[in-house]
């Protein structure tokens, strides 16, 4: 093959990390791996964002659902009775939906950890 030379001010020159003028295949596979790094670095601080926001939100859910009785609680002994009995007719809707968040977070991180895959970052090929 050929060796691939620049043109001058080539938009590929900073391929040429040697400076010969000739971009060779050492230097274009470097450049490929630097590029496929790069995607995988930036894949896992995705895939790592993601996970933290999950786990925020089943923190957030399981923090409500503790913190829930406590409200109906306050409105009885502040005497909104009225407050107290709707806070109690939409307990159990509430209390269905948040316990959906939170199992489906962590059965999630358990299948994760049964694969053994909790961590890693699927590559694309």
Known sequence: MAPKKLEPGSKYAY???NGDGVVSDEEMMMEEKMIELED???DMENEDKKQDAQRNMAWFAL???LLYPALVVISIWANLA????????IAPTYFVSVAAIVAAFYGKEALSAR???SVKVSQRK
């Open 15 to 17: 391929l040429d990390k």
């Open 40 to 42: 995988l670095r930036s």
């Open 63 to 65: 923090f409500g659902m």
């Open 82 to 89: 009225q407050a107290a009995d709707v806070l109690g007719d």
């Open 115 to 117: 694969r053994g895959d």
